[in-house]
Structures are given as C-alpha cells and as structure tokens.
C-alpha cells in the first residue's frame, strides 16, 4: 500500500495514513505502522464457543461476538 501510495507521488502519513490489523505485519513495512491489537486468544475461544454451540443446535441463529481491540498509534498516521 505504502509503494502504490508513493507511486502516486503521496507520503504516508502526511498525505494517507496506514493501518494494519495485527503486529505481525510489521517487518513488511520500512516504518513503524500504526496497528489494531487483536487478542487472539479470545478471538479462539469465541470462535470455539460459537462452534460447540452450533454443533449442540445446528438451526438456532448466532449472535455476532464483539471483542475489544486496541488502536496503537505509530508513525503511519497522524493525528486530525
């Protein structure tokens, strides 16, 4: 994204801010990214429970599972 950007004559962040989901990423990227923290664990567990409960009543409807994540600012955006 950022090379598709800079091909375009823009410069990150001044011009677009980038945002990934997960830390994981960051070795892709030559500055530091702003990411979502995800919890995986708990994004595990959910998914777990939702299967057992789909396994017990395969016609019953699921409701969406929100799990909290956490904005970390770094050098690919900047504030408004």
């Known amino acids: 994204a950022r090379s598709f950007a800079q091909e375009r004559g823009l410069v990150v962040p001044r ?3 980038l945002i990934t989901f997960g830390k994981e990423n ?3 990227f030559d500055l530091p990214m702003t990411f979502c923290k995800l919890d995986y664990a708990a994004m595990g567990e959910a998914a777990a429970r939702l299967a057992l409960r789909k396994l017990e009543a395969p016609r ?3 409701a ?3 799990l909290p994540v956490e904005l970390v600012v ?3 955006t900047m504030p408004l």
Request: without cysteine; glycine residues 6%.
């Open 15 to 17: 011009d677009l801010g």
């Open 26 to 28: 960051e070795a892709v």
């Open 60 to 62: 019953v409807s699921l």
């Open 64 to 66: 969406p599972v929100r």
């Open 74 to 76: 770094r050098a690919s």
